[in-house]
């Protein structure tokens, strides 16, 4: 359980590149669990939690993305096998380095483009109450969301770049 | 649009069913864009996770039984959750089945077929339907066109879309994400997580990019408005028109759009045509509420409502009592017995349960719910659980052949004279009161355990159905609960490791503990006064 407490934020990451919203992933990931406590005997040591987790979290994946294929548009099979394999190729090290970065390129933005950040995952509502508290449309803070989502994603890059240079 | 921007769009759920095709094709064959969505992803599941921490510090006054709990309701099970969940949890599901290799697998596969339909009939209001497609609320609907000759109907799709038509109306249902108004006014809510959603009108094709619109179609003569924020339509060979809050268009058959002038009034709404009569009747409940909370002989009282967001359901007790709050976890909310007014939970998925901590000693017990059952699913399920069943503590569940069930332990420290595998107690059971046509139905059910009184009495909506003499053998006359769970049963016995998934596939609108027996006429008063349909 220690091992699923501290992979478990490397494999909601992997489930979330697979699946279209949270609600699937805070589910596979539930059922992922039961399975990793009952099969937890198969695993001969410890580094080995990470791969062994990403292959039933993959599987349980694969069987939520053909549900949801009924009611919705998702990835191809193609496409999703391709994530699959290139996702399961990043390391704990990896991971928890990603993890790092986030954070401390999170606290470089001002307070409300932070807010404005983290809103999307308050619940429905919480962009347009934004919205509403400023004065602008929603539509308009998406795009301004989008923007700041992009920025996030180069400062991070550009941190594992860094901190990759400076260990080798 | 750039790559970097449709993977956004994908991640934050604005992406509609042409992007995601789109993005498809481009990640295929670009390896350096899947390696980006990888990123995204894990930044996002970063994100999250610091959001989550943020609300739950903010939740600072929420006592849970365990630190590690805090954030349980917002985040799923192994993140948040203490090890000894998780891990009864996990054993249960080893118990619940001989063969622990592919428990879950199999589930999933059978759990596919019972889902028809993409979409529910959740209010109704006055409406009238041709005699041979009478509906209900509470229908599930699925690709099929709904005829309706009057009145107001509410449809949630499963895609999170609401659509409220005011008939005569004529609506085609081609998926959670689309639709064909054929005939018919329509207000459309599109909640961010279905934004995309596509309403057709005889000559046009609207996608919505959140978050609500009304469409009128009369005689093949349609007009579409959008009443705040966004849509894109086309309109017969016209290319794609986004349209902004505060806007309305005519859709000629046999024209061109044209700019005409808002009337969002002429858009049904499910609020404004409840009535007054349900508010009214709701305001009676809230009058029944208050007095109740004030009883003397409550234990506890909780009516499933939760503000959003927060882990736990206020004790409604008085006066207040915070340690009595019940802890939230998995439980999802539901609308209650007055959709709109009120909000119950449900506790559908196997984890969901509500925890509390109920310290005392007491005489008797009364236990009356208001409980939509969808489905009995289990051997046992679960209504309210004593945690680790020891002497004094009730169970009051129903079983898988609808009979409602009370027991309290005896004698945990005893074998029962009869059956030795099990501890010193017998159960009181009511006949049969549920059966599978009576889903989704709210039912009053009560259960008295009266040691003074040596009986035991079962009641549905406020009359008697059976009643049991306590046998000198069984009798026990101090009673208590301490720690205990609403819909489920999670809390292995002490000493052995037998555990069950007991989670009740339903909803709790109302639950009342007493100190005390009810008498035949005093359930029939609590059944009368808390009911949805007084006036």
């Not at chain 1, 220690?2 to 279209?20: I, N, Q, S």
């Not at chain 2, 596969?109 to 006055?126: N, W």
Request: charged share 25%; glycine share 6%; hydrophobic share 40%.
């Amino acid at each position: 359980m220690r091992l699923l407490m501290r992979h478990e934020p490397a494999l909601r990451a992997y489930a979330r590149a697979l699946l279209p919203d949270w609600n699937s992933v805070d589910e596979v990931i539930q059922e992922a669990s039961i399975t990793m406590w009952n099969k937890f005997a198969q695993l001969e040591e410890e580094s080995g939690f990470l791969p062994w987790g990403k292959v039933i979290v993959r599987f349980k994946c694969l069987s939520m993305v053909s549900a949801l294929r009924r009611d919705r548009h998702v990835f191809s099979d193609a496409v999703l096998e391709q994530l699959a394999e290139e996702a399961a190729s990043m390391e704990a090290e990896e991971h928890e380095a990603a993890r790092r970065a986030l954070r401390s390129c999170l606290q470089t933005f001002s307070k409300p483009h932070q807010e404005l950040l983290l809103a999307p995952y308050a619940g429905d509502g919480r962009v347009k109450a934004l919205a509403a508290s400023e004065g602008r449309s929603a539509n308009a803070l998406y795009k301004l969301l989008g923007r700041l989502r992009e920025k996030l994603a180069v400062c991070v890059q550009r941190s594992l770049h860094n901190t990759q240079h400076h260990a080798s | 649009m750039r790559p970097e921007e449709r993977l956004h769009r994908y991640l934050i759920g604005a992406a509609t069913s042409k992007e995601v095709a789109e993005l498809d094709t481009l990640l295929a064959t670009d390896a350096s864009l899947r390696k980006h969505l990888i990123t995204e992803a894990s930044i996002d599941a970063e994100l999250r996770a610091v959001a989550l921490e943020r609300v739950s510090e903010e939740g600072e006054h929420m006592r849970m039984e365990k630190g590690s709990l805090r954030t349980f309701p917002l985040m799923p099970m192994a993140m948040a959750a203490g090890l000894a969940f998780l891990l009864g949890l996990a054993l249960m599901h080893v118990s619940d089945r001989s063969d622990t290799g592919n428990v879950i697998e199999r589930d999933v596969r059978t759990a596919e077929p019972s889902a028809e339909g993409f979409a529910v009939l959740s209010h109704l209001d006055q409406a009238r339907w041709p005699a041979s497609a009478e509906k209900r609320t509470g229908d599930l609907l699925g690709s099929e066109t709904l005829r309706m000759e009057a009145g107001v109907a509410e449809l949630q799709f499963f895609s999170g879309a609401t659509m409220v038509v005011q008939g005569p109306a004529e609506i085609s249902l081609q998926s959670a994400w689309e639709a064909h108004c054929h005939e018919g006014t329509v207000r459309m809510q599109v909640p961010p997580a279905a934004r995309g959603f596509t309403l057709h009108g005889p000559s046009t094709e609207i996608v919505d990019h959140g978050t609500e619109f009304g469409l009128e179609v009369r005689e093949g003569q349609a007009l579409v408005e959008v009443i705040d924020g966004e849509i894109a339509f086309r309109h017969r060979d016209a290319p794609e028109r986004m349209v902004r809050g505060g806007s309305a268009w005519g859709l000629p058959e046999d024209g061109e759009a044209t700019r005409i002038e808002t009337d969002a009034t002429r858009f049904p709404s499910m609020r404004a045509n409840e009535g007054w009569h349900q508010r009214q009747d709701f305001e009676r409940w809230r009058a029944h509420r208050d007095r109740l909370a004030k009883d003397p002989r409550v234990i506890a009282y909780y009516t499933f409502e939760r503000d959003s967001g927060k882990p736990f359901i206020p004790s409604e007790v008085e006066p207040r009592d915070e340690e009595r709050d019940g802890a939230v976890v998995l439980a999802e909310s539901a609308a209650g017995r007055w959709p709109g007014l009120k909000g119950a939970l449900e506790f559908r998925r196997p984890g969901s349960r509500v925890r509390v901590h109920l310290p005392g000693d007491f005489q008797a017990f009364t236990f009356a719910a208001w409980v939509r059952v969808d489905s009995l699913d289990r051997r046992y399920n679960a209504l309210f659980m004593g945690d680790g069943y020891e002497t004094g503590e009730p169970h009051w569940q129903i079983r898988d052949d609808g009979k409602l069930m009370l027991s309290v332990m005896v004698d945990d420290a005893n074998p029962h004279p009869t059956f030795p595998e099990v501890r010193y107690h017998h159960v009181y059971f009511s006949p049969p009161i549920w059966e599978l046509s009576m889903s989704g139905q709210w039912l009053h059910l009560a259960s008295v355990f009266d040691p003074q009184g040596r009986a035991v009495s079962h009641y549905v909506d406020g009359k008697r159905v059976s009643r049991e003499t306590i046998k000198p053998d069984f009798l026990i006359e101090s009673l208590r609960i301490g720690n205990g769970e609403i819909g489920n049963w999670g809390q292995p016995f002490r000493e052995t490791s037998w555990f069950a998934i007991r989670n009740l596939n339903g909803c709790l609108d109302e639950l009342v503990i007493l100190n005390a027996a009810l008498t035949d006429s005093e359930i029939h008063l609590l059944h009368q006064r808390s009911r949805a349909d007084a006036l």
